[in-house]
């Protein structure tokens, strides 16, 4: 019957053809329902950029518009690849987003976190040739509460849940 994933596989491939990538968003399931909802990006890493999530409670929408925004502004070179601790002003309208480096996806230390990437990963090894896991590296996209205070500082309203990864730290 062959995987299930390839004609996945087979848009997403089209997608990065075409010089684009894809958002993956992740909703909780009847077999979790109380896990937290992340959005992530898959073929940033051809365009020399790395892939980008978010985690939380962030409309699937909203979270495509976010990275996607991200992603072309990275590939076209209109903002620099974003490092660990950067805040960015300008590319969520008032809001603030700030950037946490994960490093390269095979070096994640936790494999719960690793599990994140899923789809990228799984679609990664079958495209082996093209598209190296060992290349993609990771950021994850923070944003702060209704009082400013981001996710791994104190006083941060925990109504918001953002999962912090640790990545390859």
């Known amino acids: 019957m062959g995987d299930p994933f390839e004609t996945l596989f087979k848009g997403t491939d ?4 075409a010089g684009s990538w894809q958002v993956l968003h992740v909703a909780p399931t009847a077999e979790e329902p109380d896990a937290i909802p992340f959005s992530y990006t898959i073929g940033l890493y051809t365009h020399g950029a790395p892939e980008l999530i978010l985690i939380g409670g962030v ?3 909203t979270a495509q518009s976010l990275l996607n925004t991200l992603g072309e ?3 076209m070179r ?6 660990d601790g950067h805040v960015a002003h300008d ?7 700030r950037f946490r480096e994960l490093g390269q996806l095979n070096r994640f230390k936790d ?4 599990e994140y990437f899923g789809y990228l990963i799984r679609f990664s090894n079958t495209r082996q040739l093209k598209y190296p896991a060992e290349h993609i590296s990771a950021v ?6 209704a009082n400013g205070v981001f996710p791994d500082e104190p006083g941060y309203d925990a109504s918001m849940p ?8």
């Open 14 to 17: 089209n997608l990065i053809e």
């Open 59 to 61: 409309y699937p929408g």
């Open 73 to 75: 502004r990275l590939v």
């Open 78 to 83: 209109d903002i620099k690849p974003p490092y």
């Open 91 to 97: 590319v969520a309208q008032a809001l603030p987003l």
């Open 111 to 114: 494999e719960a976190e690793f």
């Open 140 to 145: 994850q996209v923070l944003w702060p509460d």
């Open 162 to 169: 953002q999962t912090l990864l640790q990545g390859a730290r």
